[in-house]
């Protein structure tokens, strides 16, 4: 049963610093590309990031492209998000997601909130 649990959200400041972690189980990780969502108060869900099953290749979203960064550990079956100079408009439920045998799998969510 595959598994995805998000961590390390919370309430940060503008211009501050957040790590997330998701943490995967049930399938073989080190085989899929990871993916990180957001879902903005009264928005759609929309992708922030997506890494390759070795973590050779990321790419981004434009409103995260030089601020977040991608990266995952396959040892650890984890993947993270690290995101820097946090603005208001950052502010959104983070979810980890992964496609395996052609169906999606998501996390709960972790809450994210941008506010001085």
């Known amino acids: 049963q595959v598994q995805l649990v998000e961590s390390g959200g919370g309430l940060v400041q503008p211009g501050g610093s957040l790590r997330l972690s998701c943490a995967a189980s049930?399938?073989?990780?080190?085989?899929?590309?990871m993916n990180w969502y957001r879902q903005r108060p009264g928005k759609e869900r929309e992708l922030v990031a997506l890494?390759?099953?070795?973590?050779?290749?990321?790419n981004y979203a434009d409103s995260a492209k030089g601020r977040f960064t991608i990266s995952r550990d396959n040892a650890k079956n984890t993947v993270y998000l690290q995101m820097n100079s946090l603005k208001p408009e950052d502010t959104a439920v983070y979810f980890c997601n992964t496609y395996w045998k052609s169906s999606n799998y998501w996390g709960q969510g972790t809450q994210v909130t941008v506010s001085s």
């Open positions: 890494i390759t099953k070795t973590g050779d290749s990321t």
């Open positions: 049930g399938f073989t990780f080190s085989n899929y590309a």
